[in-house]
Structure formats: C-alpha cells, structure tokens
C-alpha cells in the first residue's frame, strides 16, 4: 500500500529565505507527482505536476523534483513571502491505472516578515 | 475561465439524516473525483468517474455513501442516514482525462458538520 510522508510538519522561516519541503513514498513505482498548496479553509491548489518522464517542474519561485529510483520529491521555494504562507501537500498516482491521488499529511510553513 | 465549482459550501445536519453534495467540474473536463478532508486522516480518496466507464469506488468509506455523475458532468455525491464521524471537508477534483498523467484541479469543498 502506497503512504505519503512529508517532512517537515511545520516549518517556520524569515522572510527571503529558501527553502526546502521533502515528500517520499514507500513504494518507488509511483507515476506522477502533484504538489498543491492550501489556505486555511480553502481548497487545494494545483502549483507543480510532474509525469512520470520528468524528472522537475518550474513555475517562477517553485522547482519540484521527483526521484523516482528513491521515492522522493521536493518543492524548492525560493526568496520566501509572507504570500506563501499556507500547507504544502505532495500526492502522487500509485498506478498507471487509477486516477487517485495519494496525499501526504502537508507541511505547514509560515513565512514571518 | 470558471474552475471547479461546489455546493453547498457549508451543510450542517443532523445523525441520521440525508445530505447531498454537489459538483460542477470544469467544463470539457471527463474525470472527476471526490476526496474527503478530515482532522484526523488527512485527505482520502472517495470514488473516481472517466467517461462512461464505471466508477473507480474503492475508496467509499461504507455503503451509506454513493455518487453519481450525470451526462459527464455534474456529480452528486449522497451521504444516508449520517453519522459524526462523516464530518469533514468533501472536495471535488476534476481533470482533462482520467490518465495518471493529468493535472487535478479542485473546488473549494464542502464543509458538512453532522450534529
């Protein structure tokens, strides 16, 4: 059974700072990877896919990168903003032929100003 | 462009009785998903609909729950005879198509609190 775990659960960061979140998988085969961020009371917002050719994703301050050989991804957030305050959930499809996602528990960051 | 849509926003009920979600998913979109977000087990899984194949179920919690999703579209996702423990956040998702390597994208959710 595929099981997401996010490191760390909270992180809290001056602003500007760089910094990184770990998202790992039990079992390696995963196919693709999606990271969202979420608001206190909101939904989830899509911020990176990468399919299971890639290796990373660029979106402005955002780079994910999935290691398939270890069953790792990481979102690198760059120059941090208060802005980008919110939970950071990865998930990933555990088959090619299901659409499901399964989701790690996120990581909390506060950016402090 | 319009996103992922949900209704209603917040369901407060009663244990015991029937409750309906709804779902518009983006326009031209053939997969839609239903996820739940609770304290306690984080986001999981409902049920899965591509196209006009059946519906990917694993992931119903008991046979209280059930969905539907009418002309490729709009899903309704029904909860009977409710209990506390089905309090939680109910999020909607939908992607181009139903293949691994599509981006889903969700609605804001529904908070149901079970009284």
């Known amino acids: 059974k595929q099981e997401v775990t996010q490191i760390p659960a909270a992180l809290s960061v001056p602003e500007g700072e760089n910094l990184v979140l770990n998202c790992s998988f039990t079992?390696?085969?995963?196919?693709?990877l999606q990271w969202f961020r979420q608001d206190p009371g909101k939904g989830l917002t899509s911020l990176l896919l990468?399919?299971?050719?890639?290796r990373e994703q660029t979106s402005g301050r955002l780079n994910a990168s999935l290691d398939k050989s270890s069953g790792r991804s990481t979102l690198y957030i760059a120059a941090s903003q208060p802005g980008d305050s919110a939970t950071y959930l990865c998930?990933?499809?555990?088959?090619?032929?299901?659409?499901?996602?399964?989701f790690g528990q996120g990581t909390t960051l506060q950016v402090k100003p | 462009g319009a996103g992922v849509s949900q209704s209603p926003s917040n369901k407060v009920t009663e244990k015991g009785k029937d409750v309906e979600l709804r779902c518009d998913p983006i326009?031209?979109?053939?997969?839609l998903y239903w996820y739940r977000q609770s304290l306690g087990q984080g986001l999981e899984f409902l049920i899965y609909?591509?196209?006009?194949?059946?519906?990917?179920k694993s992931g119903l919690p008991s046979d209280r729950f059930s969905a539907e999703r009418t002309g490729g579209s709009v899903s309704t996702l029904t909860i009977q005879r409710t209990q506390q423990e089905d309090s939680a956040v109910y999020l909607c998702?939908?992607?181009?198509?139903?293949?691994?390597?599509?981006?889903?994208?969700f609605g804001p959710g529904t908070r149901l609190t079970v009284l």
């Open positions: 998702a939908s992607s181009l198509q139903g293949a691994t390597h599509n981006e889903q994208f």
């Open positions: 079992d390696s085969a995963i196919y693709n």
């Open positions: 990468i399919q299971s050719s890639q």
């Open positions: 998930a990933g499809h555990g088959s090619s032929n299901t659409g499901k996602l399964i």
């Open positions: 326009s031209g979109h053939t997969a």
């Open positions: 609909f591509q196209g006009n194949s059946a519906p990917d």
